[in-house]
């Protein structure tokens, strides 16, 4: 038996990463909320949100990929 760590792409590490970018990206659109005129924060915030919405459904589609067998998960 091999002592190397796998590398092995982990459904449940997966999940758990896709759902702390949308978490985070719904705590970030809160502040939006709590940012009251200014604009620049604003835009700051909704910038961060989509960046992790953009990851949220890259990440969505790559695992679509490894389900159907078009992506290695090694």
Sequence with gaps: MSTTPS???SLV???SAIEQA???SATVLARIQDTQGDL???QAWATQAEAML???HRRLHDLGRVLRGEL???
């Design 40 to 42: 620049r924060a604003m």
């Design 22 to 24: 949308v978490e985070g």
């Design 13 to 15: 590490n997966e999940l």
């Design 54 to 56: 953009t990851l949220t």
């Design 72 to 74: 290695d998960p090694w």
């Design 7 to 9: 590398r092995a792409w």
